[in-house]
């Protein structure tokens, strides 16, 4: 298997991979508890064993995401969170040594200008971008600037994905495939869901690309049952949950032991 | 009245407006942004809604629900002393109104509920802002034993509590919904995330002709029955064909409805009335096709109120139904190609005309329809006595009374009488 690229995701997975493991991969909302706080967030993330940083741009209309990414999103975007911060957080998240992606809804893409958005992602040091609500047959632009930055562009699969879509969306997909584990929105669950190991089988059926599961994963155990079958771990709102009602040192210092504690999952995990 | 809203690079009225070359595509807008979890349901709702059109097992059952329960055709009613404040031109007002649930969207619901049922789903899920369409899902629901819930907006359910109460009699759940702005946008959120994780069992009954296709073209196509029979009746009753067919535009449902029989009737003026709220230069108002920014919200491509971010603004009316950021996408192909105008109406314009339906035709509209009325009067003193006017009723106002009898001080703030 040699899907992985020279650029985006590519190195880290493939590194991943060398060390016979998943890789980890941290959401977090750029702007919350604040811009400055949740730029030091990014980079504990990297500090503390994550591979790649997923950085969420909060929304006004967030359909994929459950309560505790919302919540967040909702006072980041009442203290004044921009897109442009979403930038600086993928540098911070750089500096942490990870490697950032950016988790974006469409709209915020749109109307900067897909190149802008693209050329202001590549410049900062992302990686690429997972985009939750656009599907490749509307995402021609953005196939085009991410080609002509060398860009991941991370498209979702779902329990729900037929064997056609799945053909459709990972030919599109460049640096990995996000299986959603569960139908539903993102947050923590007591156990991962079951369609989960057959919705990696049949990615794997139609693409060489890594494949990265997210969507409930919360502890230590989870991540290492998950790293048994996919390419990557996918974490969220655990690890949002850690900022919710905490003083920031006191957030910080909670993210990182997680963040530590999913990191030693993932190497449990075959 | 608030001046016709600028349109840029009209062609002439003459030229017909194209056929959209992509499905689900009108000219730049709509399109499918929507999670890939969904594109499955997305797809077999297409499937099935076009076999559905084609099947007479279907469009018979449909002639029949809409001709035993609903109560259509609707009726046109001609409202001579009304028109007298609008320079006189002839007014007839399309009584959707009377449909059962009180306004047009039933003829949606029953064609949707069928196809939950051929799609052998069992549960219904619907957003709702002034409670018109939760009203008729709920009931589609209990005439065809299907689960229902609706989402409404915190703020929704408190302007419209006896559509709330309504819709729990039918045996709905109602779910209000507290982010955001905690109006319909929020209540189309929060449906989503639900069709989201239980699309195996559930049909989103989505309300208005926004969202991901096939939803817009969908829901025209089963309000299209509403421009049919108006355009023969009004042929009948007249010897010609209108001059304008005016419609108040949230979604944009009603509006579509009546339109789209007569798109190829370039004589025809279509005008869709936007909620002007407290003006538009107080920003606090609905009126998307003022600003005309593209931009993707609930999976359509179409006109959306934004910020320089992209972030979906907050959205101002009297009127909840009306109280949407975004507009279906085949009103902002129609504004672009020129084929339709679209004005805005202020709460205060929207009242008086109210008021006005009320105390010279006995007839109380809903407030969204009001809309249209406002722009009505203005459009007759543009055309004057030779004028002929088709408006479109969408709802009747029981709903609203509340809201009502508040601005015109008829109750106090407790909403004991005065």
New interface residues.
């Given amino acids: 298997m040699s899907a992985t690229t020279a650029t985006g995701t590519g190195p880290v997975l493939a590194a991943c991979r060398e060390e016979g493991r998943a890789a980890l991969v941290a959401y977090l909302p750029v702007g919350y508890p604040d811009v400055p706080t949740s730029l030091r967030a990014m980079a504990v993330l990297g500090e503390n064993g994550a591979d790649i940083v997923e950085v969420g741009m909060p929304?006004?209309?967030?359909?994929?995401d459950?309560p505790v990414i919302?919540r967040a999103a909702?006072e980041a975007?009442a203290k004044g969170v921009?897109?442009d911060d979403v930038f600086a957080a993928v540098a911070a998240a750089s500096e942490g040594g990870a490697t950032p992606v950016v988790m974006t809804y469409?709209?915020?893409?749109?109307?900067?200008g897909v190149a802008r958005y693209a050329a202001d992602l590549a410049a900062a040091g992302g990686a690429g971008m997972i985009t939750?609500?656009?599907?490749p047959?509307?995402a021609g632009e953005w196939i085009a600037a991410s080609d002509e930055h060398g860009l991941d562009r991370v498209?979702?699969?779902?329990?729900?994905?037929?064997p056609e879509?799945l053909a459709t969306?990972t030919a599109a997909s460049r640096g990995f495939v996000y299986a959603?584990a569960v139908?539903?929105?993102t947050g923590a669950r007591g156990a991962v869901g079951a369609e989960a190991p057959a919705l990696v089988e049949r990615v794997r059926a139609v693409t060489d690309l890594p494949v990265g599961v997210g969507l409930g994963v919360s502890d230590r155990a989870q991540a290492a049952q998950v790293a048994g079958f996919a390419d990557a771990v996918i974490v969220g709102s655990a690890l949002v949950a850690q900022l919710l009602d905490r003083e920031p040192e006191e957030g910080l210092a909670a993210l990182g032991a997680l963040t530590r504690e999913l990191a030693a999952g993932v190497r449990e995990g075959r | 009245m608030t001046a016709e809203r600028p349109t840029s690079e009209q062609p002439t009225p003459e030229q017909p407006v194209p056929a959209p070359p992509v499905p689900g595509r009108f000219g730049a807008y709509g399109g499918r942004y929507v999670p890939e979890a969904l594109v499955p349901a997305l797809e077999e709702l297409d499937e099935a809604r076009q076999k559905a059109q084609l099947d007479p097992d279907f469009t018979d059952e449909l002639a029949r629900l809409h001709r035993t329960y609903t109560g259509r055709p609707s009726i046109l009613t001609e409202v001579p002393r009304f028109a007298a404040h609008a320079g006189g031109a002839r007014v007839v007002l399309k009584r959707e109104d009377l449909n059962h649930t009180g306004s047009h969207k039933i003829n949606n619901v029953l064609a949707q509920a069928l196809l939950t049922v051929r799609m052998g789903k069992r549960r219904m899920i619907a957003e709702t802002g002034a409670g018109q369409h939760g009203v008729a899902t709920a009931t589609a629901a209990a005439l065809m034993g299907l689960e229902c819930t609706v989402y409404m907006g915190r703020v929704d359910t408190e302007r419209q509590a006896l559509n709330v109460a309504r819709m729990r009699i039918l045996g709905a759940e109602v779910i209000p919904v507290e982010h955001g702005s905690a109006t319909l946008k929020d209540a189309i959120n929060e449906a989503m995330r639900d069709w989201v994780t239980n699309v195996g069992h559930t049909h989103y009954c989505l309300g208005t002709v926004t969202g991901p296709h096939p939803f817009p073209e969908m829901v025209r196509d089963f309000h299209q029955i509403i421009g049919e029979e108006a355009r023969e009746q009004v042929l009948e009753l007249a010897g010609r064909l209108p001059d304008a067919v005016v419609a108040c535009v949230g979604g944009g449902s009603n509006a579509m409805g009546i339109f789209h029989r007569f798109v190829p009737d370039d004589g025809v003026r279509l005008i869709g009335v936007e909620a002007g709220g407290d003006g538009v230069e107080t920003g606090r108002h609905a009126a998307r096709m003022a600003t005309a920014e593209p931009g993707v919200l609930h999976g359509a491509m179409s006109y959306l109120m934004q910020d320089r971010w992209g972030q979906t603004l907050e959205t101002h009316s009297v009127s909840a139904g009306l109280d949407y950021p975004s507009v279906g996408p085949e009103h902002a192909h129609l504004r672009d190609t020129g084929r339709a105008e679209y004005r805005y109406a202020t709460d205060e314009q929207v009242m008086d005309a109210f008021r006005l339906l009320c105390r010279t035709e006995g007839i109380i509209p809903a407030l969204e329809s009001a809309h249209a009325l406002a722009a009505t009067l203005d459009l007759g003193r543009e055309l004057g006595p030779d004028g002929l006017i088709l408006v479109n009723l969408s709802g009747r106002g029981d709903k609203d009374m509340h809201t009502a009898a508040e601005w015109f001080g008829y109750v106090d703030e407790e909403g004991n009488a005065r």
């Fill in positions: 929304y006004s209309d967030p359909v994929m459950g919302q909702t975007l921009t897109v469409w709209n915020l893409v749109l109307r900067r939750p609500d656009l599907v047959e509307e498209f979702l699969v779902a329990p729900s994905s037929t879509r969306v959603t139908m539903g929105v």
